[in-house]
C-alpha cells in the first residue's frame, strides 16, 4: 500500500508540472461544466418556453418527465443532454496522465531502475492508474456538483433540478464515471506500450472517446435516450470491458517485455 | 550467511530472437569483490548484468545471486541488489530528495530520512537535495542515482558505465566512492568501457564478446597475455649485449631499443641478478631495471584480436 501510494504522489508531482496536463485536468470539467451552465442559464430566461407542451420534445423523453409541465420537461430535457459530456471528462484525463506518465518514463528512462526494485507489475499498475484516475473522477464530481448547485439557482421548479439527483444521473457519475477512467487508463497502458511519444499515445487514446462524442450526437438528434436502462447497460457493457483491458495492460505491462520489447 | 560465492553463474544464456547477446557465462563472484565486466559496445555486459539483476530471464543455463535462483526468486534478489543502469534514470521534476524518499519506498526503508541524509552528504549532494533534478549537472545526476542504488544497503552492487561522461574531478570522486564501498565488504559489479579504471578498482574481471574471452585477475591476465619484460637502461648498448642476454634458458624474446634492452623472462625477482651480472661482465653499466608494465587495455585489445582462438580464462 505504501508504495501504492508513494507512485501516486511521484506521478502527481510529475505530471502535473507539465502544463499541459494541468490545462487538461483543470479546464476540461471548469468547460463542460460552464457549458451546459451557460444554456440552462440563456434557457430559463427565455419567454419562449411558456408555451412549451412535452409533444414538442422527442416523444420517448416526455415519458421521463411525469408530472413535470411542458417547459420543465425543455429544461430536464436541456439538462439531460448534458450527462453523456460529463462522461467524457473521467476517460480523457486518466488517458492524459497515464499516457504522459507510462511514455514520459519510457523516454526519460526511468522505468529500468523502477523494474529493478521489488515493486510488484500490479503495484506499478494500480498506482499510475490511480493516479489518473482519482483526478479525474473527482473533476467529474465536483463538475456535477457544481452544475447540481448552477442549476438549483437558474431553475426555479425543484422537480426539475431533483432531477439531476436521481437514479439515472446518480448510477451515471458515481458508477459509469469511475469505470469509464479504468477504461481510459487501461486503453492509455497498451498505446503507450507501443509508441515513444506521450502525444500520439494521447492522440490514438483518444479515438477510445469517440463512442461516448456519438452518443452524445444521436441523443442530442433524438436517436437515442439515454435513460436508466441505458446507464445500467452502460455500466454493465464497461465491467466486462474493463476487467479484458485491465487483463491486457497487465499482460502487456511485463518487465521483460518493457525493457526488450518497449520501443 | 552464505558462505560460498555471491553470484553464481552456469552456462547463463540469453538471445533475443535469433541474435545471441550472451552465450554461454560461467563465473563465480566472492562476497567484497569488485568484479569488472568489460568488453565492446554489443557483447553483451548490460544484458548479463540485467539478467543478474532480474531484469531478464536467461535463455538458458542458471544464476544464483545472493543465494537466490533468478528467474524464481526474482522478489528476493532485488531486495539484496543495488544497481545503476548506464542511464541515472531519474525525475526530473522530483527534487534529490523526492526522487530518493520515492525509491525507499519502492525498497520499503525503514529510516528513510536518515539512509538520505546519509547518503547525500557522502556524495556531497546535501546541499542540493530540495533542488530539482532537471537543474542537475551530469555528475550529480551520476552521484545520486549511485546514491538511489545505495540506499537500502544492498549486499550487492551493480554500476553499469559509473564514470561514463562525467568531468575528472566527478569521475574520481565517483571512484572514490567505489573504492570505499569496496572496503565495506559489498559486492561491486562494475560494467565499464573505461580500462583504466577497472585496472585500479577491480579484483578480478571477465571480458567478454558474447562470451567470456578471459577471466582473471588484472595482474594475472597481463602476466598470461604478454609475460613478463623487464627493461635494462644502459649507458650505453653495444652490438653483443643481445648475445650475452639471450643464452640465458628462462629468457625468450630479447629487443634493443636505443640505450634499453627489453628482456621477456619467467620470473624476474628471480631471474634479474643473473641477467645484470652477464651485461655488468659483458661491460655495460646498468643505470635502472624496472618491468615493463602492460596496461589492461593492451591486454584487453590483444583479448579482442584473438578473440576467435585462444581462451585465456
Not at chain 1, 437558474?154 to 432531477?163: E, L, Q, T
Not at chain 2, 585477475?217 to 650505453?236: Q, T
Not at chain 2, 631471474?271 to 618491468?291: K, M, S, T, W, Y
Request: aromatic share 10%.
Amino acid at each position: 500500500m505504501d508504495r501504492i501510494k508513494a507512485i501516486i504522489v511521484k506521478e502527481w508531482r510529475e505530471v502535473f508540472k507539465n502544463k499541459f496536463i494541468f490545462f487538461t485536468v483543470s479546464f476540461l470539467p471548469l468547460m463542460i461544466t460552464a457549458l451546459p451552465l451557460g444554456i440552462l442559464y440563456f434557457a430559463t430566461g427565455s419567454e419562449n418556453f411558456g408555451g412549451v407542451t412535452t409533444a414538442d420534445l422527442p416523444p420517448q423523453f416526455s415519458t421521463l418527465c411525469g408530472e413535470l409541465s411542458g417547459g420543465d420537461c425543455m429544461l430536464y430535457y436541456i439538462v439531460t443532454q448534458f450527462l453523456l459530456l460529463f462522461m467524457m471528462v473521467p476517460v480523457i484525463i486518466p488517458m492524459t496522465i497515464a499516457s504522459y506518465s507510462i511514455v514520459g518514463e519510457k523516454t526519460t528512462r526511468t522505468l529500468e531502475p523502477l523494474l529493478v526494485t521489488p515493486v510488484s507489475t500490479l503495484e506499478i499498475l494500480i498506482g499510475k492508474g490511480l493516479a489518473g484516475i482519482i483526478p479525474a473522477v473527482s473533476a467529474t464530481w465536483i463538475g456535477y456538483l457544481l452544475y447540481a448547485a448552477g442549476a438549483h439557482i437558474m431553475v426555479d421548479n425543484p422537480a426539475v433540478v431533483g432531477k439531476l439527483f436521481d437514479p439515472l444521473w446518480m448510477t451515471a457519475i458515481f458508477v459509469v464515471g469511475p469505470l469509464l477512467s479504468i477504461f481510459g487508463v487501461s486503453i492509455a497502458v497498451m498505446i503507450s506500450s507501443r509508441v515513444n511519444d506521450p502525444r500520439i499515445a494521447e492522440q490514438i487514446s483518444g479515438i477510445f472517446v469517440l463512442p461516448i462524442v456519438g452518443l452524445f450526437i444521436g441523443q442530442t438528434m433524438g436517436l437515442i435516450l439515454v435513460n436508466q436502462q441505458f446507464i445500467l447497460w452502460m455500466a454493465g457493457i464497461l465491467v466486462a470491458l474493463d476487467s479484458i483491458l485491465f487483463y491486457f495492460a497487465v499482460q502487456i505491462f511485463q518487465r521483460e517485455t518493457i525493457l526488450s520489447r518497449w520501443k | 550467511m552464505n558462505n560460498g560465492p555471491i553470484i553464481q553463474t552456469t552456462n547463463l544464456s540469453r538471445s533475443f530472437g535469433d541474435i545471441l547477446a550472451v552465450d554461454r557465462i560461467s563465473v563465480s563472484i566472492n562476497p567484497g569483490e569488485v568484479f569488472g565486466l568489460l568488453g565492446p559496445n554489443g557483447a553483451g555486459k548490460t544484458t548479463t548484468v540485467r539478467m543478474l539483476a532480474a531484469l531478464l530471464e536467461p535463455t538458458s543455463g542458471e544464476a544464483y545471486v545472493a543465494g537466490f535462483q533468478i528467474g524464481k526468486e526474482d522478489q528476493k534478489i532485488r531486495r539484496q541488489i543495488g544497481y545503476l543502469p548506464e542511464a541515472p534514470g531519474l525525475y526530473d521534476a522530483l527534487t534529490a530528495e523526492q526522487n530518493l524518499a520515492f525509491f525507499g519506498a519502492m525498497y520499503g526503508v525503514e529510516e528513510i530520512s536518515r539512509q538520505i541524509k546519509r547518503y547525500l552528504e557522502l556524495l556531497v549532494l546535501w546541499n542540493s537535495r530540495h533542488e530539482p533534478v532537471a537543474t542537475f549537472s551530469k555528475g550529480m545526476r551520476q552521484k545520486l542515482a549511485i546514491a538511489r542504488a545505495l540506499l537500502h544497503e544492498p549486499e550487492v552492487l551493480f554500476l553499469d558505465e559509473p564514470t561514463s561522461g562525467l568531468d575528472p574531478q566527478a569521475a574520481r570522486l565517483v571512484r572514490e566512492f567505489i573504492a570505499e564501498l569496496s572496503g565495506e565488504g559489498r559486492t561491486i559489479i562494475l560494467c565499464t568501457h573505461n580500462l583504466d579504471e577497472a585496472d585500479r578498482l577491480c579484483d578480478r574481471v571477465a571480458v567478454v564478446n558474447g562470451h567470456l574471452l578471459a577471466l582473471d585477475s588484472p595482474k594475472v591476465l597481463r602476466r598470461k597475455i604478454f609475460g613478463r619484460k623487464v627493461v635494462f637502461h644502459l649507458l650505453e648498448v653495444k652490438a653483443d649485449f643481445e648475445q650475452v642476454v639471450l643464452p640465458f634458458a628462462f629468457v625468450s624474446e630479447v629487443q634493443v631499443v636505443e640505450n634499453k634492452i627489453l628482456v621477456s623472462v619467467e620470473d624476474p625477482e628471480k631471474n634479474n641478478p643473473a641477467i645484470i651480472r652477464a651485461l655488468v661482465e659483458a661491460g655495460a653499466e646498468v643505470q635502472f631495471v624496472g618491468e615493463l608494465r602492460r596496461r589492461l587495455e593492451d591486454v584487453y585489445l590483444e583479448l579482442m584480436k584473438s578473440a576467435e582462438g585462444i581462451n585465456y580464462g
